[in-house]
Nanobody, 118 residues
């Protein structure tokens, strides 16, 4: 059974930092892309950053460039999202996802809440 378990969310002041973790289990993810998505209240879910498990190729949404860093530790089967210079508009539920083909996300975590106060 595939599981993606996020952790690391919380309440932080504007300008602060958080590091989210996503522990993946239940299958081999070597050919997958891993992604961090977020959904703010009343808005659609959007991609923040993605990374290929094998080569570590990254992609960032414009709003995340320069502030967020996605990485993975293949020995721990864990993907991270380091978020710096957080803004109130970064407040959202953050989800980890795994996909085997471009545009497809096969597995999702349960989400972790990030709240940035002004």
């Amino acid at each position: 059974q595939v599981q993606l378990v996020e952790s690391g969310g919380g309440l932080v002041q504007a300008g602060g930092s958080l590091r989210l973790s996503c522990a993946a289990s239940g299958r081999t993810f070597s050919t997958y892309r891993m992604g961090w998505f977020r959904q703010a209240p009343g808005k659609e879910r959007e991609s923040a950053a993605t990374i290929t498990w094998r080569g570590g190729i990254v992609y960032y949404k414009d709003s995340a460039k320069g502030r967020f860093t996605i990485s993975r530790d293949t020995t721990k089967n864990t993907v991270y999202l380091q978020m710096n210079s957080l803004k109130p508009e970064d407040t959202a539920v953050y989800y980890c996802a795994a996909g085997d083909t471009p545009g497809t996300w096969n597995y999702w975590g349960q989400g972790t809440q990030v709240t940035v106060s002004s």
